[in-house]
């Protein structure tokens, strides 16, 4: 064929030819050259011909015998036209350029913004650590506690993330609290007990207006709650209490067990699975227990074997890969 041999700007074709015919030809030229000017030749002024050919894709259709000022006219519409279809396409792809650098610009945006999620939930946690060191890791160990029950709850990844975070800030509150109260050796009056349990309001208070941590807000504010309505601050009972707080709960009190503190040794993980079982329905949501008791017990001491340093706490607090990453950090 001609057109392969050297460069062509337009095709004249009749409609009938010996050996391929005329829309064939039209076809074949479409589909390898498809910003090469058509234009075909008929000897039968026949309308719907003419329609035919063009909705193959011919740019125009000559009726024999030919005029010359008709097929100038004709080519230079056809090569307006490719000229046109050549531009549409070449600002497409300038479109499709620029819109995939702006989603690269934007996705670096949102990494940063991330970034700075994660700076600011680093200097939260150690601002609540600098306050309340004598439950040293207790943060990060109830965070990863709680993401183990969830996953075997069948969470997704957003739920985790909000989940994550509220586990990791739920004593932001204490920043609050007076350091006589806070840091007092003994038993607390019972003034001071209730004021102790403000914490949970000012927490919520510190974090509600900020949008990241506005889906965690909720859990810091009813970690306390009880399933049987005896919590606090608004003593909500059972299904009332938001499910992440409930799993929560349960963590909380596998720490506080499994943990050393100044007035007494740490139990062993056998002893707080037992306390929780036995609390199941009173204190604890039973269903969240169930799913804890089911989880193998060796997961948690592994858990907690595995804190890692503070500079390392963006993992288990970030998106989803980072959940993703936490799991495969946790499990042995």
């Known amino acids: 064929m ?9 095709v004249i074709s009749d409609l009938h030819m010996p050996g ?10 479409h589909r390898c050259y498809p910003h090469l000017a058509f234009l075909v030749t008929t000897g039968v002024d026949d309308v719907d011909v003419g329609v035919r050919a063009m909705r193959s894709g011919a740019d125009d259709y000559l ?5 010359e000022n008709a097929v100038i006219a004709s080519l230079e519409n056809a090569l307006h036209k490719q000229q046109l279809e050549k531009q549409v396409e070449n600002y497409r792809q300038h479109l499709e350029e620029m819109v995939a650098e702006r989603t690269a610009q934007l996705q670096g945006a949102l990494q940063q913004i991330e970034s700075s999620y994660e700076d600011t939930l680093q200097a939260l946690g150690a601002a609540i650590d600098l306050r ?14 709680s993401l183990e029950i969830a996953r075997a709850m069948g969470w997704q990844d957003k739920q985790l993330e909000n989940l994550s975070r509220g586990a990791y800030l ?17 038993s607390l009056t019972e003034g001071e007990r209730k004021f102790m ?9 510190v974090v509600k207006d ?16 009880r399933y049987d309505g005896r919590g606090y601050p608004r003593g909500l009972k059972g299904e009332e209490i938001l499910l992440g707080a409930r799993i929560f709960a349960v963590v909380d009190t596998l720490d506080a067990i499994t943990s050393d503190r100044p007035y007494r040794r740490a139990s062993t993980f056998e002893s ?30 592994a858990i907690a074997r595995n804190q890692p340093h503070v500079a390392g706490l963006s993992q288990p607090l970030g998106g989803n890969s980072a959940i993703r990453r936490l799991r495969l950090a946790v499990i042995p």
């Open 2 to 10: 001609a057109l392969q041999r050297a460069q062509f700007d337009a």
């Open 20 to 29: 391929i015919s005329g829309m064939e030809l039209l076809a074949e030229v």
């Open 63 to 67: 009726v024999k015998p030919l005029n």
């Open 132 to 145: 309340d060191d004598e439950t040293g890791g207790h943060s990060r160990r109830v965070c990863r506690y």
């Open 170 to 186: 739920h004593d932001i509150g204490k920043l609050g609290i007076p350091d006589a109260i806070l840091l007092k050796p003994g």
């Open 197 to 205: 349990q403000q914490h949970v309001q000012i927490g919520f208070d």
């Open 210 to 225: 900020i949008s990241f941590l506005a889906d965690a807000a909720e859990i810091i504010l009813t970690h306390h709650e």
């Open 272 to 301: 707080a699975r037992e306390t929780i079982r036995n609390l199941a329905g009173t204190q604890f949501d039973p269903h969240v227990v169930n799913v804890f008791l089911n989880i193998h017990e060796d997961t948690w001491p």
